[in-house]
């Protein structure tokens, strides 16, 4: 089965508000963690890493969150716009393995 | 930098016949990475090499999926004889020292009829 998981296949939020997409891993021996974002038609695009030393991470417009005790991933994006609808997926890997992906959270962004 | 170049964009195929998707990874980058997307199972890794070598091919469905990176600019995905349930888009993506952020391509989406 997946050893990453979301809490919530898809997420609808207004335009200029704040989304938090979670993600569940259960591999404690997970060392690297990323958020990709898809948009129809094309592959996943890199967001945001956060490796396991930290708990927080931020970029442009996003934050990675790492919560190690409760084995849990958010991705939160500042003032979402139309163009960040997408489906988003975390991944989780331990040192020297593949990445696993999670199913993935549909974000539908409206006007 | 092109990125990823995948080919081809679209394959449709009948079943039993051989397909072959192709990747060329961006230069520098010495893991390459084949993946199979569903609506039902997601993104799935099939196989991964490392410096041209397969490191670990566990996710290869059956006997009928090869893949091989005769150099490090190109790989190949082969399914012969596909079959209907082989239909997904397959990504190929590739990274520098097989860590951190993997690049992906835009993906073949093949249909098996």
């Known amino acids: 089965g997946e050893s990453v998981g979301l809490h919530l296949p898809t997420l609808s939020v207004q335009e200029g508000d704040n989304s938090i997409i979670n993600c569940a891993y259960s591999?404690?021996?997970?060392?690297?963690f990323i958020w990709y974002k898809q948009e129809s038609g094309k592959g996943p695009q890199f967001i945001i890493d956060?490796?396991?030393?930290?708990d927080k991470r931020q970029g442009q417009r996003v934050t990675v969150l790492l919560n190690k005790t409760v084995k849990h991933l958010s991705l939160q994006i500042a003032a979402t716009q139309p163009g960040d609808s997408a489906v988003y997926f975390c991944?989780?890997?331990?040192?020297?393995?593949?990445?696993?992906f999670g199913k993935g959270t549909t974000l539908s962004v409206s006007s | 930098d092109a990125g990823v170049i995948q080919s081809p964009r679209h394959e449709v195929t009948e079943m039993g016949q051989e397909v072959t998707l192709r990747c060329k990874p961006i230069?520098?980058?010495?893991?390459l990475f084949w993946y199979r997307q569903t609506m039902m199972r997601g993104l799935e890794l099939l196989i991964y090499f490392n410096n041209n070598v397969p490191i670990d091919d566990s996710g290869m469905p059956e006997d009928r999926f090869s893949a091989k990176m005769p150099n490090a600019s190109f790989s190949t995905l082969k399914i012969q004889p596909s079959e209907p349930r082989d239909s997904a888009v397959y990504f190929c993506?590739?990274?520098?020292?097989?860590?951190?952020?993997?690049?992906f391509g835009p993906g073949t989406r093949l249909t098996v009829l």
């Open positions: 991944a989780e890997r331990m040192a020297g393995t593949a990445l696993i």
């Open positions: 230069s520098g980058h010495n893991s």
């Open positions: 591999n404690s021996a997970s060392d690297y």
């Open positions: 993506a590739s990274t520098q020292g097989g860590d951190g952020e993997q690049f």
């Open positions: 956060i490796r396991s030393n930290m």
